[in-house]
């Protein structure tokens, strides 16, 4: 077993490791988890901790992660008599732990909570950092809050249960993590098709990557908005999807963001990172910008009428704070 030690939490990372969450000082536990979860991942979760457990089931689609959802954990929460002595444990992907941190971080001004990823995307991204949040009104992460989970568990077994998309939703957030901040990173990535690398080592990888940059600015004020390069464009085609029929899975829809976003790029390598990422996600297609334009407009980091982007300088440089008006998109 792995960890890495954050600002006050830690990470830890390996196999048949959940047996080593300790529960005891708590009254009252309430699992957070998918409704579509499969059984052996609950079964899994039940069979290394014994302990008593409330459970809450929701649809975790991106389209459920909203205030109705958080309403109806509240009322459970509410109605079970939980308090500030109380854990909510996220077991799930990354919108479990974005609205498992979220509801945990306002009930009674806050309550503990662990995130247990059970996707790669979740391990490398959501569950950790201290940012939580809902979508509202169709844009994507529109209400959220910082707060940090009391420790977070990656078992890797978990990753046997994914199917190749889910595989490749979180696998973009590495790339991204390389090209923004690690060049090195980037040539062993780049060196390999993605299944043939270890992948415990490329979590591990991009999970300290993640941990330095926040603790440079765990409030999303400067350089931790370098995380954002391929999402500013790549979220605005999350919720151009949202209320759509045909869906778009999170790494996808980055994948598009990062390409579309490397127009605006320096670097001399575009080609050669467009190239890679094409290998990996097949078929992709650019979103009409015309067609962002309502979702980009409603971007967290923008001031006035300018869109604010984190540019690629070159592989493993970022810089954040570029305005770009919304007429010249």
């Given at each position: 077993m792995k960890s890495i030690i954050c600002e006050n939490y830690k990470i830890f990372i390996g196999e048949n490791i959940l047996r080593n969450i300790q529960l005891d000082s708590y009254k009252k536990i309430c699992l957070l988890t998918d409704k579509n979860q499969k059984n052996n991942i609950i079964d899994y979760f039940l069979k290394e901790i014994k302990s008593e457990f409330d459970i809450i089931e929701i649809e975790s689609s991106e389209i459920n992660k909203n205030i109705s959802s958080v309403l109806n954990i509240w009322n459970f929460l509410s109605q079970n008599n939980y308090n500030k002595n109380s854990l909510i444990i996220n077991l799930g992907g990354g919108v479990i732990c974005d609205i498992g941190g979220f509801c945990a971080s306002t009930f009674k001004r806050?309550?503990?909570?662990?995130?247990?990823?059970?996707?790669?995307?979740?391990?490398?991204?959501a569950s950790i950092g201290g940012k939580n949040g809902i979508n509202f009104l169709g844009f994507k992460n529109q209400i959220g809050t910082f707060k940090n989970p009391i420790s977070v568990y990656i078992d890797t077994n978990f990753l046997n249960t994914l199917e190749t998309n889910q595989w490749l939703s979180g696998y973009v957030e590495i790339v991204k993590s390389a090209l923004i901040y690690d060049s090195d990173f980037w040539t062993l990535l780049s060196s390999k098709f993605?299944?043939?690398?270890?992948?415990?080592e490329l979590i591990f990888k991009s999970l300290n990557i993640k941990k330095e940059i926040v603790e440079k600015d765990p409030f999303d004020k400067g350089p931790r908005?370098?995380?954002?390069?391929?999402?500013?464009?790549?979220?605005?085609?999350?919720s151009f999807y949202l209320n759509k029929k045909k869906k778009i899975t999170h790494g996808k829809a980055i994948a598009m963001g990062i390409i579309m976003e490397l127009k605006y790029s320096r670097t001399r390598k575009k080609n050669e990172i467009i190239k890679y990422i094409k290998s990996i996600y097949k078929e992709i297609e650019e979103v009409d910008i015309n067609h962002l334009i309502k979702y980009l407009k409603h971007d967290k980091k923008n001031e006035d009428n300018l869109i604010n982007f984190s540019i690629l300088k070159d592989i493993g440089k970022c810089d954040f704070n570029n305005y770009i008006n919304i007429d010249d998109l």
């Open positions: 806050g309550v503990d909570f662990l995130n247990i990823p059970t996707t790669l995307l979740s391990m490398v991204d993605y299944k043939n690398h270890n992948i415990n908005k370098i995380l954002n390069f391929g999402h500013t464009i790549g979220h605005a085609i999350e």
